[in-house]
């Protein structure tokens, strides 16, 4: 598994932008794949992140309703749909997948990609 992460930039306040997260190795079958985010000075969060055989979603509190993960089988990519943006969504967000353990845990993903730095500032 190779995931590299795209997409992040400078975004207003209520703006809205999309990472994505392609896979260059194997397939995701029987993955989960995560993102995460670090913010300056800050511990590492779980964000959101979506089982690749069954689709199911799982979302941090902080972005429920603004955030959406997706998938796209046939490009063997995830993506992350992030609108109202918030200053306190900034941070360098990374992807990771993981085929066992809770998918909110960052300590049970063993691939992770580099991260993309998303700045939401006006």
């Known amino acids: 598994v190779q995931l590299q992460a795209s997409g992040g930039g400078l975004v207003e306040p209520g703006g809205s932008l999309t990472l994505s997260c392609a896979n260059s190795?194997?397939?995701?079958?029987?993955?989960?794949v995560g993102w995460f985010r670090q913010a300056p000075g800050k511990e590492r969060e779980f964000v959101a992140a979506?089982?690749?055989?069954?689709?199911?979603?799982y979302y941090a509190d902080s972005v429920k309703g603004r955030f959406t993960i997706s998938r796209d089988n046939a490009k063997n990519t995830v993506y992350l749909q992030m609108t109202n943006l918030k200053p306190e969504d900034t941070a360098v967000y990374y992807c990771?997948?993981?085929?066992?353990?809770?998918?909110?845990?960052?300590?049970?993903?063993?691939?992770w990609g580099q991260g993309t730095q998303v700045t939401v500032s006006s």
């Open positions: 190795g194997i397939s995701l079958d029987d993955y989960t």
């Open positions: 990771a997948a993981q085929n066992f353990g809770s998918p909110t845990d960052g300590r049970r993903y063993g691939y």
């Open positions: 979506i089982s690749w055989s069954v689709s199911s979603t």
